[in-house]
């Protein structure tokens, strides 16, 4: 896959990557621990005995943990994936800072043997709605305007979108949405770096920002998004979006085609059928 010119690029890769070597996910790995728990259990749903499973994954010391047999990939805009190596694909916690989300779905699914999983997590759109609400309020009133802070974050509807586009068979999208509270604004930046998800867009203020913008943001985070049972705690919500299909096989369940079927559903209901062309047509105009 060609590298993107730097214009059409949504994310700056080498900050993300120190920000990814800075992370502490042993301080606050705790939505890592939960989307690794969620595709365990999903794993366990599928009843198959995986044998060759890939991990697409910027942290392997955490990720190794859930398939310690698998390959572990780095999530390159190009991964390292040979084409039908694999049964089952983990792309985990990355494909949100993906310039080409949709790529990255091929070239998983190019990287699978017919019949084999795709399984995705990654952070979605409603994660971090409290503070992206704070920080524009706090720029109008500070700076005067907008600049790109918090990664956009695509919603659940796109993601499920991009199996399709991946040509991905079954395709099923579903969230987890968690809130988290926190002292304040500021505890809440400091897990954000601890989890390596500080702001690393390729469009970002280059100029380190005022601290008066932090100091407003962080009070208009307290008044409008206050935790219940407050105690002067903040919440924070995050939402995990879980993607799954397999790669195409014949084998696989496939719609009826229009027309196919064999039964009446008046018949299954126990209703009777009627002739809709019967009925009176009614207009605005009609009581």
Not at 122 to 150: D, K, Y
Not at 238 to 243: A, G, M, N, R, V
């Amino acid at each position: 896959m060609p590298d993107m010119p730097n214009h059409n690029r949504l994310v700056d890769r080498p900050r993300l990557e120190r920000a990814r070597a800075r992370a502490r996910l042993d301080v606050a790995g705790f939505l890592h621990d939960e989307a690794m728990a969620e595709l365990q259990e999903r794993l366990i749903d599928v009843n198959r005995r995986f044998t060759s499973p890939a991990i697409v994954t910027a942290f392997p010391g955490v990720w190794k943990a859930l398939l310690p047999e698998a390959r572990l990939v780095a999530p390159d805009e190009v991964l390292d994936l040979e084409p039908g190596a694999h049964d089952l694909v983990i792309h985990a916690m990355a494909l949100h800072w993906a310039d080409d989300p949709v790529g990255q779905i091929v070239q998983c699914r190019r990287a699978l043997r017919p019949d084999g999983l795709f399984l995705s997590v990654a952070f979605g759109g409603e994660t971090l709605v409290e503070l992206r609400q704070a920080l524009a309020l706090a720029e109008t009133e500070v700076l005067g305007g907008l600049s790109p802070r918090v990664a956009p974050m695509a919603e659940i509807r796109d993601m499920g979108a991009l199996l399709q586009r991946a040509g991905l068979s079954l395709p099923v999208a579903d969230r987890l949405p968690r809130t988290v509270t926190y002292a304040d604004a500021f505890a809440l930046m400091a897990d954000l770096r601890a989890m390596g998800e500080t702001n690393a867009l390729a469009d970002r203020h280059r100029v380190p920002a005022r601290r008066a913008l932090f100091h407003r943001m962080a009070e208009i985070y307290a008044a409008r998004f206050p935790a219940k049972g407050g105690q002067g705690r903040i919440r924070a919500t995050f939402e995990l979006i879980f993607l799954s299909g397999w790669s195409p096989h014949e084998s696989q369940q496939k719609p009826l085609r229009p027309g196919s079927a064999k039964a009446r559903l008046a018949a299954a209901l126990g209703t009777s059928e009627f002739d809709e062309t019967a009925l009176p047509v009614l207009h605005p105009t009609d009581d």
